[in-house]
Structures are given as structure tokens and as C-alpha cells.
């Protein structure tokens, strides 16, 4: 069942997110596309061969098919309500974050105004005063560069019911002086944080008028539909605090929690768990999978209500918990905490005992294990051994979460000897594999010898970063990554392989667990190093044997690790990388698995579901950066709206990361999505089945048009088999994420069932996340496989309501015959699946490609951590529909790249109302497109850094 805001969808227009006119959705008859015009000459269909040996598999350069505008009108009934069975949009997206957000509203709709927010009314004002700038300056908007086949086809009038007025969100916002902050907080707060509350059911949506006469491409906001605006400042945020840098979009729990936070004695029941400040998280309950009936918990402790604490709300969860104190929803039923008689008393706290790190003699003396006596039976269970007192513990995680990996601000005093020899000790005292303690420390004191090590490393250094991408490289350059010869003393750590002898207990197995041991001897030197008030950074830019050759060791020994260590100005309060946003911190919540891998529950709390959770942490544009985003071009020296698309993009991507100027999407990652399909036996492509392997090994070695592409605009190429046939060997840059080896024939039934289409949008989760939260700032889809054009246009067919004979092109380049062959196969399967785009995770498992679903995943997470996803051509505008329908806010995040020459792509953009960056007749796939347009989204958002304003550079406005 789908919530109101669906169905309101599904009565209104499409919305228009990247411009205000749909592309290509001029008068039928009116302008043929530009591909028929441009397309300098026919390829005979016969100069494809019909079975092509691998190394022949660049297709042949073919006609585009025509676009026929006519294929693409048409808008269906095709409910956009659509959400699948599994997801019940209510209830996977909090009840308030939707509605507001998502209607567009024809312009000539009559509009109630309904409290508009003062930014939101601004934000229009500006629109309209932007409007009167440019009429009165003779700049007309007209000037706007268009798109090729934009400038063609006439402009539909403003009152087309496509287009979108804008029509705001508010959102909960924070006090007056903290509105950034609070935007950030928001974008940054864990998923299982966000609240339910944070768009509030009594929020205005106000809705804005359109500047009159203005083209509407050109100035109307890109998203309209998914717009959020600030709300009055008076609302409450309902909002956690939850500080932190822009950078990190994922606060790690333990950094959110005051460090001196007194905690609730361990053992005090019920008070141990309290309702805490923070709101309830979503509700992600997918339908049909219903909630466990109560059952005891795990404890044998009875699931009942607690009188005083609200189910499904965050609570302060108290001792058992193994890190730090943090915030975690409750489970299902509240946690009942054993009364004091049935729990061990918390033994009272002793002075803690000098630490006696020096090793005795004792300390290998051993106790023959006959000398054990069993205890009695049937006493009662003695007490626990005693935790460490709040303040100890406070003082150990401390330690741990100020732990810093040091390059820059080390000073050159010299380290006194106890004090190094108390940070031995604690190095020495780590656990080993079978006690083995296969560690040594070099200390290395020596100018000489330390700048032979740097040199070493610089070398290596180099070799890096000429083997990053373009847009890597760049960020590379300017880190310091090393600081040798910064320091007074290094310490080289080094693992002996052989030492406790041949037995050495858990070695046997696994060998690399003596290499494990030192690094955690290396752990302990950081730790107590940091407690002495010493940085530590770890170097690995070495060739170990070239390393161990030049300091002398002897041969048999592993090098671990080579560490700096010396006084430093100071300890930053995040990892240096992340300031300087090369990655990001991933959240506890994405790490742990209960019971089994993909189950993510933190402790106390039930799995979630990876879509919903995804789905529900997807919001609109943000109304006040995208103000700001409208008001900054004007200010820039420029007539306003010169800049034409490019505005609406920049304005755009302010508001999906709600900051402007926005972050330059810099380094991108083209994710490139590979797998086969079953309908490839129905003989609708020439090509065989295995190039699909094959190409993917083209793509790791390097020698795709993806990669020249990639190169060129400096972006990373990460492949992901999510269901070739082939078996891959592992290489580097290949992401093993195979569901299945090929789907099934969709003419005989579902190519998928739905829990592997479920898998694979799974995979495109977290390649997204992975992809983010290694520092990318922008996402672009690509993909490979055989026959996926077919697939394509069956999915195409199902949610615009085109007749397969509209949506379906010759791929690689069939002929007449293949192509008529083609478009009854995709009819066959609608036919006999009858796919109700109101469900898409049936339509997708019914017609999709694993790589579509993947592609749905990329698009769904991207959106979800705010980054925008720019898409490539037939394949992602299918996977675009699907994850529209699935959440129709990820418009919010999505640029079309280009415009391929499958006229289903036409179709698929003019009904997801996007309007592509560039329209060059490609029809590779593989990413190209998107990665051509990379520049041009870069361009925009750089422009808003760079380009002086009237005032800044004294120019004058007219
Ligand atoms: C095995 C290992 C190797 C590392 N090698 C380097 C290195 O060569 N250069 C560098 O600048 N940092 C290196 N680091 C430090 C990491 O970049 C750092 O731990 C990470 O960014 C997290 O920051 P934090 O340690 O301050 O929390 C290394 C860390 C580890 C654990």
C-alpha cells in the first residue's frame, strides 16, 4: 500500500528536476532530433558480424536509431506511487519527510498559500527578482546556452503542466546562527539516527510562483519537486545535536558523547536504560516480513514493556556495552535489566595497582595444567571479574579516541628514556599468536639513517601517486605522508615469522597471524605513546626487502611497520586524511552484522534492512542552500543566467549537499556494473554472451573507452561483476559482488528472483557507500552486459507506458530483422509478466539485469549520503525509473550525464523530467557518457568558488 504522497504522485505531473522543460518533450511533429540529422552515414547492419572473436568486440560504429519524440510523450499512468511489495513507503520513509517534497505542482494549479517559510518565500522572490534582472538588462535568458537538440525543438510554454513549481519542504531547521550547522548535522547524522520527527507533519508547503517570464529551463529551480526549505525560524529542531565536520557525514557514536558524560551506575536497574534526548529512528519495517513475535530476549529475561520507556526511541545504552557509551535504538521490546540480587554486584572499586610493566624473571615460570582444581559445583556463579571504574575507563577510551596517526606539526625535542621505555613496554605487553612474540623494534635515532628511509620512501611515493587518477592525484600531491625526517626518533617493528618455533600455537593455519601480532604490538606503542603526550605516524611507502636490506636485518624478518615519533604541537581531533577529505569516517552501524553477514544491527537493536534504510535517509534538495545557490549566481560577474543549465546544476548540487558554494565533485568513481542476461538465447543481439566477460577484462587492463574517458577527466574506474557468466580471476580494481552467474530468460519467466534483484540493489548500496566514503565526490553509473539493451527497454516500456515498439533501438547495432526480433521479445515478457509498476522490485526481478539493479542501488545510495550520481545512457535511465519508483526523491541526487541514441533513453528522461548534459549519439554504455559530462558538473560547481562577484570585483551591475 502505498502512502498519500504516492498517490498524489501518481496524479500529478511528472516532475521536472534537472530543468523546467522536459527534453525533447516539445510537439510530436515539431523538431526531428538532432541524432537524425547529425548522423553522418549508415553502417550496413551486415558490417556486423554475427559472431565476433573476443578481441574484435569494440563495436562497429552504427547509425543511431532515430529518436522519434512521438515514442516519448506520452506519460503513462504508469503510478509513480510505485514502491514494491517488500517496501512499504510509509513505512520505510518517515511519515513526514516525503509528502511536501515530492508533489510538483502544474504552475497553474490554484495554490493555497500555506504558511510559507520566510526562506522559501525568499527563495522565490529571488527567482522572480533574478528574472527582472535579466529582462531589464536586455541579458535574456534566451541567451542561456542550450543543450544541442534543446535549442530545436521549441520550448514548451511555462504553464505546461510538466512544469514544476517549486514547491518546498520545510524541514526542521536549527536557531538562528546554527542554520548551517544544523543542515550539516543533519546531512551528517548515522542512518540510524535520523529521526522520524525530523520533517514534521505540520510543516508548510509553500509553494512558490514561477517567474513569469522567464524560460523555464533556465531559471526554475532544478528539483523543485524535491526541494526542502528552512522553516520558520521559530520551529523547534527536533534534530540531535550531532556535530561535526561537513566532511564526515556519519558521526562515529563514540565522538558524539561528551568524553566526561557520567554514566549511570552499570548496574542500576531500571535507570541503566533511559529514555534519551535523541528521537526515535525510522520506522524501516518492510511489509510482509513483519515483525518476530515477542519472544524472551536472548538474556531468558521476559519481553516486557517497560512502563517508562518509549519503544523504538534512542536510549542511553549502559553496561554491557562493549566500546563506548553510545546512543542505540531500543529493541523491540525494552531491555530489562536483572535486579541487583540475580547480578553479580559491581565489586567496588579498588585503587588501581601500579602498573608493573617491567618483565620478571616470574614471568616464565608456568603452571603444570594438573595443577588446576575444578571449583566446587553448585555454588552460586562468583562475581565477574570487576570492570575498571568510569574514571578508568573513561581515561582508556580516551586514549583510544585520541589516538592520532601524526605527519604534520612534530617538533624536534628529544624523547627521554623512560618515557620511550615506557611506550616499549606497553608495545611489548600485546597479545601474539600462540604468545609467540614475534616482534623486534629497531630504534632508529640517526640522521643518516633516517634520511636513507626517506629517501626510500619518496621513491615510493612517487610510484603511487603516478598510478592514481587524475582527480586523486591532484588531492595526493599536496599531503604529507610521511615524517621522518621531522621526527627524533623512529621505530621500525618487524615480525619474526619463525620465532616460538615450528608449533607455535595458531600459526599453523595461518601463518600471517605472526605479521598480525606485531602490528598489534604496534597498536599499544600508538596508544601509550599518545598518553605520553607523543605522535606516532605510521609510513608504509616501502619496499620491505629493499627496507630491510638498507637497515641491515636480517633476512628472514617481515617489516610491519616503520613509525615516526616525536612531541607535536598537537593531536587533531580527526584523522588528517579525512580533514583533508580523502575519506571518510564509516559508521559503526555499517560494520556490525548480527548472527550473520547483511544482518547490520548494532547491539540492542533489531537488523535493518539495508533499502529501507537507504530509502529512508534519502531527502530533498535543501531550500536554503539551493536560496543561496540562486543568489550567488546572481551576484557572480556574469549576466545573470548565462551560465544556462550549468546554473541549475550548480544550484542543484548546493542543495544536495546543502552548503554553498557546493563541494567540487572531485575525485569522481565510475562504477561500472557488469552481468548477463538470459534473454541473450532469444538471439536479440549479435554479439556472443562472453564478451561480456571479456570487456570487463578489458576495463581492469585498462583498454575500454571507459578507461581513455576516465583517464582524460581523471576519475576511477571500479568495476563489479554482479552476474557475468564468466568466472572472473580476482584482479585489482575488480569488485567480486557476482548474485548469479547471468539472469534467466525473462520470456520464460522472471530473470531474477526477488531476493537476488534485492541482492543486487544491495551491491549497489554499498559499492555507493565504499565509493563515498572513500572520498568520492562524485558517483557516475556505467555498466556491461550483452543483450542489456532488451532488458533496458522492457523496463523503459513498463514505467513510461511506451509501446515496446517505441523503446526498443538496435543496441551495438542489429539489423531490421534482430530488431523486430528484439522489440516482440521485450513484448513477449510484458506480456507475460504483466509487471505492475507499482511494485518495481517485481518489475526489476521480473525484466531487469543484475546490473540494473545494482545500478538502482548506486543511484539509491548515492542519494542517501547526499553525493550526486551522474547517469549514463539507456541502462541507468532504466535503473533511474526503477529507483524513482522506488524513492522518488533520488532525483534529488541525479544528473543526467548524456543522451544516448536508444530512443528508450529519450523516453526514460523525458519521464524521469531530466534533461542531459551532453547528446553526442553515443551508445556505449560502460559509463562514457557520464564521464564526458564530469567536467561540465566540475565546471559548474568551480565556478561558484572562483568567480568574483560584482562587488568583490568592483564591476558594475546594470
Ligand atoms: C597499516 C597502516 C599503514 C599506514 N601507512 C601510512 C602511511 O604510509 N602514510 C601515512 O600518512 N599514514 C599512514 N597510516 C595512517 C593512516 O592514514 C591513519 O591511521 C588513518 O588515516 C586514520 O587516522 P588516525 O590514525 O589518525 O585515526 C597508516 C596506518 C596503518 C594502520
New binding site residues.
Partial sequence: MAGPEYLDVQALPDPVPQAAAPWGAGPVEAVAPAAETVVPEVVPEQAVPEAVAPEQVVPEAIAPEAVLPEAVVPDVAAPEAAVADEIAPQEMVPEAALPEAVLPVAESAPVEPVEPAAAAQAAVDRLTAQTEVAEAAGVAIEEAPQAPLAAEIPEPEISEPEVAEPVLEAVPDAAPGHEAEAAIEEALVEVAEVPAEEAPDAVAAPVGEAPQAVQPEVLLAPVQEVMETPVPEAAPAPEPEAPGPAEEFLLPEHEDTPVAAPQPPVFEPPAAVEAHEAPSGPQLQVPGEAPAPAEPLPSGLPPEPHPEQPLGQFVAVDGQVPTTPHLAPTPPQPLILPDLDTVAPQSPVTEAPEPDLVQHAEDLATTDADQDEDPEPALPPAPAAPAYNDAEREAVLKVIRE?????NGFRSDPIPHDVLLRVLEAAHTAPSVGHSQPWDFVVIRSADTRRAMHDL?MSQREAYAKSLPKGRAKQFKE????AILDTPVNIVVTADPTRGGRHTLGRHTQPQMAPYSS?LA?ENL?LAARAEGLGV?????FDEREMVRALGLPEHLEVV?YLCVGYVDEF?D?????QAG??KRRPLSWVVHEETYGRRALPGEDPHDLLAETVAQIRPLDAKALGEAWERQKRMTKPAGALGMLEIISAQLSGLSRQCPPPIPEPAAVAVFAGDHGVHAQGVTPWPQEVTGQMVANFLGGGAVCNAFANQVGAEVCVVDVGVVADLPATPGLLPRKIRGGTSDMTTGPAMSREEARAAIEVGIETARDLVAAGNKALLTGEMGIANTTSSAALISVFTGADPAEVTGRGTGINDETLARKTEVVRRALELHQPDPADPIGVLAALGGFEHAAMVGLLLGGASLRTPVILDGVSAGAAALVARAIAPEVLAACIAGHRSAEPGHVAALNKLGLRPLVDLDLRLGEGTGALLALPLVQSTARAMHEVATFDSAGVTEK
Fill in positions: 589516538r592520532r596517526d601524526i605527519r620512501a599531503m604529507k605522508i610521511e602490528a604496534v600508538w605516524g605510521w609510513v608504509s611507502f611497520a587533531p580527526e584523522p588528517e586524511l579525512m580523502w575519506s
